[in-house]
């Protein structure tokens, strides 16, 4: 199974700042990476896939990039709405499997 | 407008099978590419992917819990079906359920907001 490797764990961050995430995999995944946000009770919402692409209706401030098995989800200017939960996950081959996830929290 | 909706037992006892169902809106199980697929989260843990079925049927399971699932759907109702059988402690969780359009990628680009479920004595 490809292990995809989260940090930080825990991310403090003022509205406005800019802040990163990043994923590790285990071995090449080429470019198939997906971004989600999960929060309280809300249905968990896709960011990014294919490593770089954003979803429609995901705002601008929301980025994603990679380099090599290294993958980086950007957000510039955060917003009081951008707090909670991100997942990463490999979508490259079977089976899928997650980042243990990065909890944004308001500094 | 697409949506999935999960729906389950909330509670059993261990060693009983867990029934899910995934209902959903806004496209049709039988169109081509589109797949849905499972994802359970244990409380305060990570998720975890557990198995895809596609609009041709095709299946795919995780193999570390690959002989106690098994995923099916019935298309003119527009549900997707998940059973874990002989459930322990360690099946408890939120399950979820995604959709995959295979023909932009891989990914679960719409979610349900999950079904929580504890196995419990």
């Known amino acids: 199974d490809v292990q995809m490797t989260q940090s930080p764990y825990n991310l403090a961050a003022s509205p406005g700042e800019t802040i990163s995430i990043n994923c590790k995999a285990s071995?090449?995944?080429?470019?198939?990476l997906a971004w989600y946000q999960q929060k309280p009770g809300k249905a968990n919402e896709l960011l990014i896939y294919?490593?770089?692409t954003l979803q429609s209706g995901i705002p601008s401030r929301f980025s994603g990039s990679r380099s090599g098995t290294d993958f980086t989800l950007t957000i510039r200017g955060l917003e009081p709405e951008d707090f909670g939960l991100y997942y990463c996950?490999?979508?490259?081959?079977?089976?899928?499997?997650f980042g243990s996830g990065t909890r944004l929290e308001i500094k | 407008q697409v949506t999935l909706k999960e729906s389950g037992p909330g509670i059993l006892q261990p060693s009983q099978t867990l029934s899910l169902a995934c209902t959903v809106s806004g496209f049709s199980l039988t169109n081509y590419g589109m797949g849905v697929g499972w994802i359970r989260q244990p409380s305060g843990k990570g998720l975890e992917w557990l198995a895809n079925?596609?609009?041709?049927?095709?299946?795919h399971y995780n193999p570390s819990l690959k002989n106690r699932l098994t995923i099916s759907m019935d298309t003119s109702n527009n549900q997707a079906f998940l059973t874990i059988t002989d459930v322990d402690t360690a099946d408890t969780g939120t399950y979820y359920c995604?959709?995959?359009?295979?023909?932009?990628?891989?990914?679960?680009?719409?979610w349900g907001q999950g079904v929580m479920v504890t196995v419990s004595s």
């Open positions: 995604g959709r995959i359009d295979r023909q932009v990628g891989y990914h679960f680009d719409h």
């Open positions: 294919d490593g770089s």
């Open positions: 079925i596609w609009w041709d049927d095709d299946k």
């Open positions: 996950q490999q979508h490259n081959e079977y089976p899928f499997t």
């Open positions: 071995k090449s995944i080429s470019k198939y």
